[in-house]
């Protein structure tokens, strides 16, 4: 079959692997009809190439067509079309007990520190093969894929596997209430769909801050109101101007260690990415920092009390927090990967509205064959053609 592999520091390539086979009882191989490039790949295009060999299968957003299932597997059969969700989670264990699915202790990839293991994310989770590909074998399928209904597109029912659920618990994690503001930092595709959960959930004050035009206007689009943080000073001083001198109630970063800022700090992380794997695993986990631009500016933005809610990727292990203010405003800070099962039935009620309510077939801006990929990252990546989403067919 293809699959889009990794093979080195922004170099992926489109090609033939074996087909995926069951391996334990509770496995099923899907075949994917529909795939997409999140913004937490990008990391794996630019930042965390310790962590990964040439020939890995990239890939976290998919769905598509249940073709075997293992003895096991009794809640979804042959021809059943389902969306899997990015983290890899038996249900059953103490931690998914709890709903933290994303911690799940029978996944847990204990011999990194690291939680549960994730589809096409590196060896700090698992080196699982992903999703950008024709076919992928989904471990846990007793439990984890989620049926959809046919119909409607797959665009209706895809971002299920990550982003939308990912959206959804970055602002109800930030405990924003009816009445009150929340500032959602990046426009891409998870702060986008931050703005239309938010809205959703009754938080009509919605400030959406970035720099790239197509994505303020999208988010203009839904209904929040927008800083273009290329055309201010300082983003907490506009905020704080468009709240009455407080700053939101809370703020979602839905940016992580990609964000544009601080050229010294993506200087190291470039420099640390292409010395030996050893080394550079060594640096990472012990001098690692990332581009903090947009964590410190939630921090310095939200209001005394408030809370600062991180749905965007970090990894550094030693990156300067400024804790003088964070004690002294006292924030509280929520953060973690999406707990996707937590969340799948409430959205799949919503997703099976007639209309299009949270925007979700109005994301994609990009579609490609999986053929396209290389070229799709290299889009997506520099944030040209007023790229904001891209869906592949393999």
Known sequence: MKALTWQGMRSVEVREVPDPVIVDPTDAIVRVTSTAICGSDLHLYNVLAPYLQPGDILGHEFMGVVEEVGSAVANIAVG???VVPFNISCGHCWMCDRGLFAQCETTQNRDQGKGGSLFGYTALYGSVPGGQAERVRVPHADFGPVKVPDGPADERFL???????????GVTASGVQPGETLAVLGAGPVGLLAVSAAQHLGIDKVISVDLVPERLAAAAGRGARTVDMGSVTSVGDAL?????GRGPDAVVDAVGMEAHGNPVAGALISATARVPKPLARKAIETVGIDRLNALHTAIDAVRRGGCVSLSGVYGGSADPMPLMDMFDKAI???MGQCNVRHWTDRLLEILCQEDDVLGVEALTTHRAGLDEAAEMYATFDARTDGCIKVVMKP
Request: avoid cysteine.
């Open 240 to 244: 704080r101007d468009l709240t009455d």
């Open 332 to 334: 509280t800070m929520r």
């Open 80 to 82: 059943d079309r389902v």
């Open 159 to 169: 971002f299920l596997s990550d982003i939308l659920p990912t959206a959804w618990q």
